[in-house]
């Protein structure tokens, strides 16, 4: 699942580049942006939820070398 949740983050972050509009287009506003720009923001804010997402089903182990050793 984590590794889906990170092709998917790669992919909103391909999404974000204009790269589909032609050359000298004229920008239709969405929310008083031009349209790449909104579409960006909306890819930017999938990608941190989505890697938010992947960081919580991630178990992380203790980095204690032995058992015991924190004590004092």
């Not at 999404?15 to 909104?38: K, M, Q, T």
């Not at 999938?46 to 997402?53: C, R, Y």
């Not at 960081?55 to 058992?67: G, K, V, Y």
Request: proline share 10%; hydrophobic share 55%; charged share 15%.
């Amino acid at each position: 699942m984590r590794i889906a949740l990170l092709v998917a983050v790669a992919l909103l972050f391909g999404a974000s580049i204009p790269w589909y509009r032609e050359p000298g287009a004229v920008p239709i506003e969405f929310l008083g942006l031009p349209d790449w720009v909104a579409v960006a923001l909306l890819c930017y804010v999938a990608a941190a939820v989505l890697n938010s997402l992947a960081w919580l089903i991630t178990d992380i182990p203790d980095q204690s070398s032995a058992p015991g050793e924190d004590e004092p």
